[in-house]
């Protein structure tokens, strides 16, 4: 059942390539580190809090783009001093059109400035030495649709579920 006003945003999932890549990079279990699942690595376009699904993907719809080249790389990072990310190239335009399509919308406002990047895990406190930081990463994809994701926070971790999808225009024909 779809509920009308929930926590959302709109993602872009990696390919199956990219992941494979991704899961070769060190992540083992260590104190103070919460790794996010492979299942749950997505590019956030656009955080929009809580927010009316209807509406949301109403304008969501009007979203046109072609096809987009996605570079992943060039290695593992730290963001905000503690997150572990990986960057993330080429989305920065559909960030900015998915931005001004639901500027009005949700609770969140929208971002002065898109950084692109794919979350792979999150530190409790200051950065211990991590294998994967530096580790380089190359992998490509292309973006062929984006999503309106539903975000729901349980006690056991965050679960994600995709509540529509937005083809690229090409991709219509």
């Keep these: 059942m779809l509920i009308p006003v929930q926590r959302l945003f709109v993602a872009v999932w990696p390919s199956e390539s990219v992941v494979e890549e991704l899961i070769a990079l060190p992540r083992k279990p260590r104190p103070g580190i919460r790794w996010v699942e492979p299942q749950n690595w997505h ?3 656009r955080f929009l809090g809580d927010a009316d699904v209807g509406e ?3 304008q969501l719809d009007g979203v ?3 096809p ?3 570079r992943y790389g060039p290695g593992v990072d730290v963001l905000n001093e503690r997150v572990i990310i990986v960057p993330v190239h080429g989305l ?3 960030a900015s059109t998915v ?3 639901t500027a009005d919308l949700g609770t969140d406002r929208p971002r002065k400035r898109f950084v692109g990047h794919l979350t792979l895990g999150r530190l409790k406190s200051r950065p211990p030495v991590l294998k994967a930081v530096g580790m380089p990463i190359s992998a490509e994809q292309r973006v062929n649709a984006f999503h ?3 975000s729901t926070l349980r006690p056991q971790g965050v679960r994600y579920e995709i509540l529509e999808s ?3 225009t090409a991709a219509h024909r």
């Design 64 to 66: 046109n783009f072609e």
């Design 99 to 101: 931005n001004r399509a």
């Design 43 to 45: 590019t956030t376009l």
């Design 148 to 150: 309106l994701v539903g």
């Design 166 to 168: 937005f083809p690229a």
């Design 56 to 58: 949301v993907a109403a």
């Design 68 to 70: 987009i080249k996605v």
């Design 92 to 94: 920065d335009e559909l």
